[in-house]
């Protein structure tokens, strides 16, 4: 039998419903706050996640979905193309492409679809997975810079995991500086690490070298102690650094949206400068972040574009929904009728009915006219159906329906034109 590859999974009903129900109230906040959606392509060319995710990074280094395309034509070149691992990168190119900074004004501009990262499968962790995400950028004329900025997002975040009900959250704040303040933290951590690293895991023997602020990503358990003593990025943050820092707090503070500060906490990917940040749930087991994000005021520079600061996150759906489960929730789409054919010939008056009444907006389903009342009743009952409407040949001759409301049993004779407004009801 042939099934889905490792890594990926299949979505089914009821699951979708919640799926849909998330996407749909996220739609609805991105709208209360002024976002827009983006659409990139799911592959891109392999050299923008390199140049800006990083290629020390484990998404870059290890893994992405790489291939090398051939030129079909004389007119194509071969290029190195990757699935999309994150979509970030795809939102900042495109930004430059279109010239969207010409507008002068910020961009605010969200996006929900699937990426792909070659990691190890666990609950909570997928080689296809979702993201919903948002980016704010523009030019530092038009406030992306501000503290505000990275505030508002923030309280965003808190509004929409409030709002579909999902308790239990924390917010992790971290501010990693500028680029001058990472050097200067890379060096502290080097010189620190020198000692120490040859009693740690071999990647962190790498990342000494290469990377050191990537050994706060290790997850080892016996390097953890060795860890917990190194430098904290607070000590190395320039004034402008700090201030913008206490700045978010502040505003934070001020409208009530709690965090607790994570020094450790430098996010995987080599773009961010300044705040950083993470939700996380315990419902979710290891993979605890539900969503991370953060500043990156330096990447439209480094991929060719103008200066052009910028924030945003991605929420994992797949452990959204995850944590939304663990906490109980569960939404199963029902239909309003469930239209019952009963006896040889009623099928053709069962369709006209569901065609009106779903052209009336209400939703409808039917069975079939060889099944038994009991039987129909049975599939009324699992589709969630409120109302169970007969339709044998006396209703059809009378033009008057059986309507029973499922709930309370209660059962009522309704002239066919009435039947749309009573099942509204
Ligand atoms: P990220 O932390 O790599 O950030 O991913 C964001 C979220 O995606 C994670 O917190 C997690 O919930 C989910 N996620 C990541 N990998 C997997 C996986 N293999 N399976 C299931 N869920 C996963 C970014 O991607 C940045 N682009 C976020 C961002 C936007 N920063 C600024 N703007």
């Not at 996640?49 to 079909?72: C, L, N, Q, Y």
């Not at 053709?348 to 009915?353: C, F, Q, Y």
């Amino acid at each position: 039998m042939l099934k889905a590859v490792r890594g990926t999974r299949d979505l089914l009903p009821p699951d979708t419903d919640l799926w849909n129900r998330v996407e749909s109230k996220v739609r609805d906040i991105f709208a209360r706050y002024n976002y827009h959606e983006i659409r990139t392509p799911v592959f891109e060319d392999t050299s923008l996640f390199s140049r800006s995710v990083g290629e020390e990074t484990d998404i870059v280094s290890k893994e992405m979905f790489t291939w090398d395309d051939r030129a079909r034509a004389q007119s194509e070149k071969a290029q190195s193309l990757t699935l999309r691992p994150e979509n970030t990168a795809g939102v900042v190119r495109a930004y430059i492409e279109h010239g969207l900074y010409k507008t002068g004004t910020l961009q605010k501009l969200y996006y929900i679809g699937p990426q792909f990262r070659r990691e190890r499968p666990q609950k909570g962790r997928y080689r296809q997975f979702y993201q919903i995400g948002a980016e704010i950028i523009g030019p530092p004329s038009a406030g992306s810079e501000s503290p505000a900025r990275d505030a508002e997002l923030l309280e965003m975040l808190a509004t929409l995991l409030d709002e579909l009900g999902l308790g239990g959250w924390q917010l992790q704040l971290n501010s990693v500086g500028c680029a001058d303040d990472r050097a200067r933290y890379n060096q502290a951590l080097r010189e620190a690490l020198k000692p120490v690293v040859h009693q740690m895991c071999v990647d962190c023997q790498r990342r000494a070298e290469t990377n050191p602020l990537r050994v706060l990503d290790c997850k080892v358990p016996e390097d953890q102690p060795i860890i917990e003593k190194l430098p904290k990025i607070s000590a190395y943050l320039d004034e402008p650094c700090r201030e913008h820092f206490a700045a978010v707090r502040g505003m934070l503070d001020a409208i009530g949206v709690p965090y607790t500060i994570n020094e450790r906490m430098v996010r995987g990917l080599d773009y961010y400068t300044r705040t950083t940040f993470e939700f996380t749930h315990g419902g979710l087991g290891a993979q605890s972040a539900v969503l991370g994000g953060g500043r990156y005021d330096g990447l439209s520079e480094s991929l060719d574009g103008p200066k052009a600061p910028g924030i945003g996150f991605a929420i994992g759906e797949d452990r959204l929904i995850l944590a939304l489960q663990s906490e109980g929730s569960q939404s199963h789409e029902t239909v309003q009728a469930y239209i019952a054919p009963l006896g040889a010939g009623m099928n053709v008056h069962a369709l006209k009915l569901a065609h009106e009444l779903r052209r009336a907006g209400v939703s409808a389903d039917f069975g079939d006219e060889n099944f038994r009342l009991k039987k129909s009743f049975e599939l009324a009952e699992k589709a969630g159906a409120k109302y169970i409407v007969i339709v044998g040949e006396n209703e059809v001759a009378a033009d008057t329906f059986a309507l029973k409301n499922l709930g309370n049993g209660e059962q009522v004779q309704v002239p066919r034109a009435q039947l749309v407004e009573h099942l509204r009801r």
